[in-house]
């Protein structure tokens, strides 16, 4: 009975540090082979084997992905990871394409509004003997300058 | 108002993509730095100085302290094969020649500490070797693939020719020992 419970109360204590252990694969997609520029999924470059043994050396001692990470960027610098550190100078990687979408929706929304507001001019009316409509006063003009021609 | 905020928009606009540009040709100045491409015209460019950890050793490895001396410099890494089979030949060197003044700098880039400091034991390089895990050096060497070695005159120019692939007897093992020599002699 002493024992169960014993093996029980490990298991339970074991669970969750397993669950929280990464995987090779985990972290292949999320590492750059240095020599080839590509992931190490898509790498089988000798440096990239030399990174995955040491991931699964790593993720066999249960370290977390993060704590990986950051045991390669210092061997390898911070272009050993696929996606920036969001942190210090890194943060604009992140902040840059989303700064330019957002004014590229502003710009977008701007000329779109601006369209709506531009109108066409009115069409020119016509009356009942399909003449045109004009101004009142450019007919008054307009007549004059016809009575001077019949004048 | 609205004038001011359409100027301020512009000078915003302008100062982007003059940043832009500026990255862009900062960028494009620095990959033409490669001091290989300048040896490759038959120039002889100033070696790309360069400070690193050691990894045989506490302390730093820096080109600057061997000025006035001639140097090879070797970069290798222990996943790289024909590193360990030219390992020998470099060790040999360095001592034949040690008490001509000449020396041998190792430079392990883009590599593990720990492989790297296994891979210096198991092929007793005693020569002073910095780590470039990196390899910031490699881009200012214009180094393409590894092993790659470079031969530093007395006045801290490149000269000669630099040596890609490791440095085999019926490959390239005469314009090795010419090189040596070169520097030994100049």
Not at chain 1, 115 to 120: E, N
Not at chain 1, 127 to 150: K, V, W, Y
Not at chain 2, 95 to 114: E, M, Q
Not at chain 2, 161 to 176: A, I, P, T, Y
Request: glycine fraction near 8%.
């Amino acid at each position: 009975m002493r024992l169960l419970a014993v093996t029980v109360a490990a298991l339970a204590l074991a669970s969750p540090a397993a669950a929280a252990c990464p995987t090779l694969a985990d972290l292949e997609g999320k590492l750059i082979c240095p020599t080839c520029k590509t992931t190490l999924d898509q790498s089988d470059a000798p440096v990239a084997r030399q990174i995955k043994s040491y991931v699964q050396r790593r993720v066999e001692a249960c370290a977390s992905e993060q704590q990986i990470k950051d045991e390669l960027v210092a061997e390898y610098g911070p272009a050993v990871l696929a996606a920036p550190p969001r942190k210090g100078f890194h943060w604009l990687a992140w902040l840059l394409p989303l700064a330019g979408l957002l004014a590229g929706a502003a710009v977008v929304s701007t000329l779109v509004w601006r369209w709506s507001r531009t109108r066409p001019p009115p069409e020119p009316s016509v009356d009942s003997n399909g003449r045109l409509g004009l101004d009142p006063e450019l007919e008054r003009r307009l007549d004059e300058e016809l009575a001077r021609f019949d004048g | 108002m609205a004038g001011r905020l359409k100027l301020a928009a512009q000078v915003l606009a302008l100062a982007l993509v003059a940043g832009l540009f500026g990255i862009l040709v900062w960028k494009l100045a620095r990959q033409d730095e490669g001091a290989s491409e300048k040896l490759g015209r038959g120039q002889t460019p100033p070696a790309p100085s360069f400070r690193l950890d050691r990894l045989d050793r506490p302390g730093k490895l820096a080109l600057a302290a061997y000025r006035g001396r001639p140097v090879v410099i070797n970069f290798w890494a222990s996943w790289c094969d024909p590193c360990e089979e030219e390992a020998p030949l470099l060790e040999g060197v360095w001592k034949r020649y040690r008490s001509r003044g000449l020396v041998v700098l190792g430079i392990d880039a883009n590599d593990l500490t720990s492989a790297a400091r296994s891979f210096a034991r198991k092929n007793q390089m005693s020569y002073p070797i910095g780590h470039d895990g990196p390899g910031e050096t490699l881009t200012d060497y214009g180094v393409a693939a590894f092993p790659e070695t470079f031969f530093v005159a007395r006045n801290g120019k490149l000269v000669c020719e630099r040596l890609q692939g490791g440095v085999h007897l019926d490959r390239n093992r005469d314009r090795f020992d010419a090189c040596v020599e070169e520097i030994l002699s100049a």
